[in-house]
């Protein structure tokens, strides 16, 4: 086979290394911004936090022309080459001014108090888990059941259930504990936890969970007996709503029947409850936007809480100073200063880097606000147009992955209530008359037509749809029965009620 030799000419776009940055800048949302700026501090000394009653605008200087940045957006890297240590220019470093404060914090005179508030909420309730080891305390157990009721807590999970094996926790207990337990064991304990509180805790499945609370209240009377007997006997014929088998197996009237429902209905299927998810940091929905409704004027302001003042350290341009004045400069003196050029070269680039990622974000959220403005003034979700990602990258001039960035983890505090941003965007429908419509318009029309219906004759599917072409939407079954999921409704038979 011969060799051959060819050009080729290839379009790449490569991603530079201050683009990647800010990528990932902009994924990080602001409750979690503090977080990343720490990291930054403690990496880079000349990097440093300022006063919080500095106020002073941000000199252009910092993240300017003295940045090294190439033409193509690349940082340019100091290779500690002989040419440099011949001649280093650090004029542009000593110069006063680096010591501003940068100002891209985007703050609000007229609303002064909404950048006061800079630390993150802290719960000081007692956990989930806590609480239960709490009562576990009241358990007169010896050394080897208390670490079995330890490791039976241990692996309840945020719902408040009992999902792992009863061999899996024999084995855990061997192997981490080095406690040899039976399974039998195991299962006393748990019996002894399932009275702790909350009703129904450390159930291994939803029936189980449902007995156990109908057990503590059955001292009530009749009707929570019939429901344990329901449960016990037709947990499945339940579930489907078969109401007439269960009808005929135990014998019951119709008011017996709505009885045990509505005895079952006001159970918690998931004791843990949100004492679970409020124990996750990201339970908490820091907005990232405010829009205020002044006088019918929308008013665009960003949460910079997180973002603390940040400036060049100090004590690193005191040191280029102390060397500029110096007339002896030798080889190990020019490499520290190199490293501390690097370094401030860093933190003006991390600084822009935050200026970058606030502007974004406003200019996103700005474009969207004015996109969908009726719903922002009316809170009206009907209101809301057909808008895509696209539509706000070509208004903003960013990029479209750029937007879906901001969009998928960025959340927006109205009057109306908080919002992710990725909530305004939605596909178009035709109606009637040629209009295209939001699809979440159309999404509450039938949430409503649902609400309001008779729940003991739901609408069906096929109902649905034609309610929807009588107002005008052009719409197929399919397509009502994907939206129905999408909004977590079940079918007409398992919203139907007696």
Not at 313 to 322: A, F, H, I, P, V
Not at 350 to 363: A, E, G, N, V, Y
Not at 438 to 450: C, F
């Amino acid at each position: 086979m011969a060799l051959s030799q060819s050009l080729q000419q290839k379009l790449l776009q490569k991603l530079s290394p201050q683009q990647i940055q800010l990528m990932k800048l902009l994924q990080v949302p602001t409750a979690h911004l503090e977080e990343r700026i720490k990291e930054e501090l403690e990496e880079n000394p000349a990097l440093e936090q300022g006063e919080e009653d500095h106020d002073e605008d941000f000199d252009s200087d910092l993240t300017g022309e003295a940045e090294n940045f190439s033409e193509d957006g690349d940082k340019e890297e100091l290779d500690g080459s002989q040419d440099e240590y011949e001649n280093i220019d650090i004029s542009e470093y000593v110069s006063d001014g680096d010591d501003d404060i940068a100002d891209y914090r985007t703050r609000d005179d007229n609303y002064p108090e909404m950048d006061e508030q800079k630390t993150l909420p802290h719960r000081v309730e007692t956990s989930f888990h806590e609480s239960l080891l709490d009562q576990l305390g009241m358990l007169s157990l010896d050394e080897k059941n208390y670490k079995i009721a330890e490791q039976v807590v241990g692996s309840i999970d945020d719902d408040g259930y009992l999902r792992r094996e009863l061999s899996s926790i024999v084995d855990d207990l061997a192997f981490r504990q080095g406690v040899d337990a039976t399974e039998e064991e195991i299962e006393e304990i748990i019996k002894k936890i399932q009275h702790f509180d909350p009703p129904g805790i450390c159930a291994r499945d939803l029936r189980e969970c449902l007995l156990l609370q109908l057990n503590r209240q059955l001292a009530e009377g009749k009707d929570v007996y019939l429901a344990i007997q329901v449960l016990d006997k037709y947990f499945d014929e339940f579930t489907k709503k078969h109401y007439e088998k269960i009808q005929r197996g135990l014998n019951l009237s119709d008011e017996d029947l709505k009885n045990v429902i509505g005895a079952i209905i006001r159970l918690n299927p998931k004791p843990g409850g949100n004492m679970g998810e409020l124990n996750k940091a990201e339970s908490y929905i820091v907005p990232d936007f405010f829009i205020l409704n002044n006088n019918g004027k929308l008013e665009l302001t960003l949460n910079s809480r997180n973002a603390p003042d940040l400036r060049i350290s100090e004590g690193y341009r005191d040191m280029l100073k102390e060397y500029d004045k110096g007339s002896k400069k030798d080889k190990r003196q020019k490499e520290a200063v190199l490293f501390i050029k690097q370094k401030i070269d860093s933190a003006r680039w991390f600084i822009d880097m935050i200026k970058q990622r606030q502007h974004t974000l406003l200019s996103t959220m700005s474009a969207i606000m004015n996109y969908q403005e009726e719903f922002f003034l009316t809170g009206d979700q009907t209101s809301l147009k057909p808008m895509i990602l696209k539509d706000i990258a070509e208004i903003t001039g960013l990029d479209i992955s750029t937007v879906s960035r901001v969009a998928n983890s960025k959340f927006v505090q109205t009057e109306f209530g908080t919002y992710r941003l990725k909530f305004f965007f939605s596909e178009s429908l035709s109606t009637d008359s040629g209009e295209e419509v939001s699809t979440r318009e159309v999404k509450k029309i039938l949430s409503d037509l649902i609400e309001g219906e008779d729940k003991k004759k739901p609408f069906s599917d096929e109902r649905l749809t034609e309610l929807l072409q009588e107002k005008g939407y052009n719409i197929a079954r399919r397509t009502v029965a994907k939206y129905r999921e999408q909004l977590n409704i079940p079918v007409a038979r398992l919203r139907k009620e007696l």
